[in-house]
């Protein structure tokens, strides 16, 4: 018997929530319409310290297990959800993201095809709040923050949580998610499994569609979490002198526009028209010089923020 013949294993299905209520009941909802045997997958909510707590929404849904975790961060609430889960293969989703209905059955049947696949990630589609009126900061995210699953697998060895699967045995041979991570946890755990000769694949099947950020705000909060977990992946690797000369780097950076990606982006062929293009710079003004900041922030000893 292969192994893409052998019977259907038992799915465990983790899912971080922080203060995102609305979208989790989307996300749960597709979960409860899945083509995979319902008795063969559980769904594990992890609540990370929402001011209002899930309940009211797991409720309704029998295959749901709401555990909570105080420590904060999405990587440690992954963590309670795999050592409270009871299935032999693992799968990672977001709250704000919407699986399709043959999304576990696809992303099984492809882990499944070889024993030595320590992971697969799913192809994630960015959806926008409005097709027709997309915002400046929906068209910036769509063209420029994109979900690469592929690229990211190709060339840098890791998949993202918000679409990814693998065996507990891989988890228990390479070890849990760092905690110590806000953002980017997903990166340093798929490389840990890369290393570990395990092979990574994508599928493309198996996909789940995720929503743009549509505000600056939340465009701010994305930029601030994604730099505050590069700063902590790399914290301690500097001299003090090196520290010192990367916050001046930050300070000129601050100061500097963007001339030469001002010119990039106006070429790029995502973008239809004069009024999307403008939008497009305007918001790589915007992420240019929050990440700076942010950058000079954690530099002279502000935390890494979790959102």
């Known amino acids: ?21 609305v979208r989790l009941q989307k996300c749960l909802q597709a979960l409860d319409n899945q083509t995979y045997p319902q008795e063969l997958y559980e769904i594990i909510v992890v609540d990370n310290g929402s001011s209002e707590s899930p309940e009211p929404v797991t409720s309704r849904y029998e295959s749901v297990k709401l555990l909570s975790e105080s420590e904060p961060g999405s990587y440690a ?4 959800g795999v050592l409270n889960s009871r299935g032999p293969i693992l799968a990672f989703t977001d709250a704000d993201c919407i ?12 882990l499944k095809a070889s024993s030595d696949y320590g992971l697969v990630a799913g192809r994630i589609e960015l959806f926008f709040h409005d097709a027709e009126n997309p915002t400046a900061v929906e068209i910036y995210e769509s063209v420029e923050m994109g979900f690469h699953q592929a690229e990211l697998l190709q060339e840098q060895h890791y998949g993202l949580t918000a679409n990814l699967f693998t065996y507990r045995s891989v988890i228990d041979e390479v070890g849990l998610f760092s905690t110590q991570l806000k953002s980017g946890g997903d990166k340093e755990w798929g490389q840990r499994v890369f290393a570990s000769n395990y092979q990574q694949v994508y599928s493309h099947e198996a996909y789940v569609c995720h929503p743009t950020r549509h505000t600056f705000k939340e465009l701010y909060k994305r930029v601030t979490r994604i730099v505050g977990g590069r700063y902590d992946a790399t914290k301690g690797e500097l001299s003090e002198i090196q520290d010192v000369k990367a916050l001046l780097k930050d300070f000129v950076l601050a100061f500097t526009p963007p001339g030469r990606s001002i010119l990039r982006a106006w070429n790029k062929k995502e973008l239809v028209n004069s009024k999307q293009k403008s939008q497009f710079i305007l918001t790589l003004f915007f992420v240019r010089y929050v990440g700076t900041w942010e950058r000079i922030r954690l530099r002279l000893g502000g935390r890494s923020r979790r959102w």
Request: hydrophobic fraction near 40%.
């Open 1 to 21: 018997m292969s192994v893409a013949d052998k019977p259907e294993p038992v799915v465990s299905v983790i899912i971080p929530v922080y203060n995102d209520l």
């Open 77 to 80: 609430a992954r963590n309670t």
């Open 99 to 110: 699986p399709d209905k043959n999304w576990l059955q696809a992303g099984v049947e492809c």
